[in-house]
């Protein structure tokens, strides 16, 4: 208070003292603050930062300098081929569908993955990479990756992140859009082994998927998104790039908190629900998958890190970086599914990707956040559809040699 702050100035008190006891009443209002805002800033529907997100996208004019991602946490790593691949527990009831389950290794990180693999391989049809959301994973596709596999005639991959599933979440790591991207990257050249893919991707995981997609274009065929977030490159609930809740102290507290909305299967379930439009969908071994990982009591704590590093990753690239027509980014065949009542991933910006690459496909469907699990059969139809009809016209799309910033010089500064 102000009388407090005025009394630390009299002469009897040691200078020293003084500025700690400054700091310390400056940490404690901003931890109250924080306690004060966690519930909104945490909260993907309020109203207030979905306005302010929307309308800064909108108006937004792209005048920065580009630049590329930080790869700060990525200098030292290196990928293993140490691959080992087994027979899944829960194996196909189907013949012509086998579901295997393997890893590999990223700088002595393992990473899981569960492959739904056809008996009979369609000749030319490319594989496709199942890439989950945030506090989610590979089990999430469990209505998908088998029903797409025996569709299109051929391997279907689930990849748990690491710091989700199976995979295993390091501390001392940072959490962000680089690491998952590399971590993708080397599963799509150390795993899967071919000249192209396909990549779908969900919330989080699908703006990991475009980032992919940018800075690997000869190796992808075609990019889903599903409820696609990250509009402005930025991955925490807010989606705006507020230096504030990258804070240490203050990260630790909203991912804490964050994490307790996916820590227990009671969580998960309340979780779900509210970002189901059939609340029905919800079923219990789907709520038991998504928990599993999170029980032991390591896991609690390795979890807590993951949601903390969410808030203190910084920017990335937007999606006019991303994705558009004129060899900036992405320029193939695009994909994108929104639930008309998903209340994570605002419908409305499907508009804002059909700016950007005006022959995109984009499919509005009776869901919430999940329409790929809400409404399985739908997008499984319409995914293995896109993916024959790309395939049969073989189309080549332009590749970019230099991504830039659309409108601006080819100067040095410019070049990321």
Known sequence: SAPQLL????????????RSQVLSLLILSVMEMTRAFAPQLLSPSAPGLQASASSLAKNLKISRSTRRPSARALSNLRC???????????????????????SFVVDGYRAFYVAAVPAKRKEGMDPLVLVHGLGSNSAHFSKNAQALAQAT??????????????????GNIGYNAPLWEYQLTEMIQSVIKEDKVFLAGHGIGAYIC???AADNAK??????????????GVLNPTGLDIPFLRLDFVAKQLGG????????????????????????????????????????AQAKIKGSEVFTGIFKSGEDRMWEQLISVDKVGFCGPLLAFWGKGDSVADPSEASVLKDLQPKAEVVMVEAGHYPHHEQPQIVNDRIARWMQTIVEEDEDFPVPRIPRYKKLELTLKNIW
Do not use: H
């Open 210 to 212: 475009m980032l992919t």
């Open 257 to 296: 908190q964050l994490f307790s909305k996916y820590q227990t299967p009671e969580a998960i379930r309340k979780l779900l629900q509210e970002q189901y439009v059939d609340a029905s969908k919800v079923d219990s071994e789907l709520v038991s998958a998504l928990a599993a990982p999170w029980q032991d």
């Open 7 to 18: 009394s630390l100035s009299a002469p009897s008190l040691p200078l020293a003292m003084m």
């Open 80 to 102: 293993s081929a140490n691959l080992k691949e087994g027979p899944s527990s829960s194996a196909s009831s189907g013949d012509e569908v086998e579901m295997r389950e393997g």
């Open 153 to 170: 005639g051929t391997a279907v991959y689930s990849v748990d992140l690491l710091g989700f599933g199976r995979s295993v979440k390091p």
């Open 219 to 232: 190796k992808v065929r075609g990019l889903c998104m599903l409820g696609p977030l990250g509009r402005l």
